[in-house]
């Protein structure tokens, strides 16, 4: 039997205003990009995506320490 490999990519899809108020959507937006900066860091094989650019400006805004090396 031929052998297969399986990929995973960890994947966000957070909708900051249809359970949170916008600030508390932006909280679980961050500890979401926190994680997965966190599991890039502990594996070298880890990829992540997420649904909205729009939060990538958010965090780069906003967070802008944690994305330099």
Known sequence: MEKKKLY???NSHI??????????GMQEVKATYASALERMREFEDFRFT??????????????SHRFTA
């Open 15 to 24: 909708d900051p205003v249809w359970f949170w108020n916008w600030e508390e």
């Open 50 to 63: 997420s649904t909205s650019t729009a939060f990538f400006v958010n965090i780069l805004t906003l967070r």
């Open 8 to 10: 995973m990519i960890g």
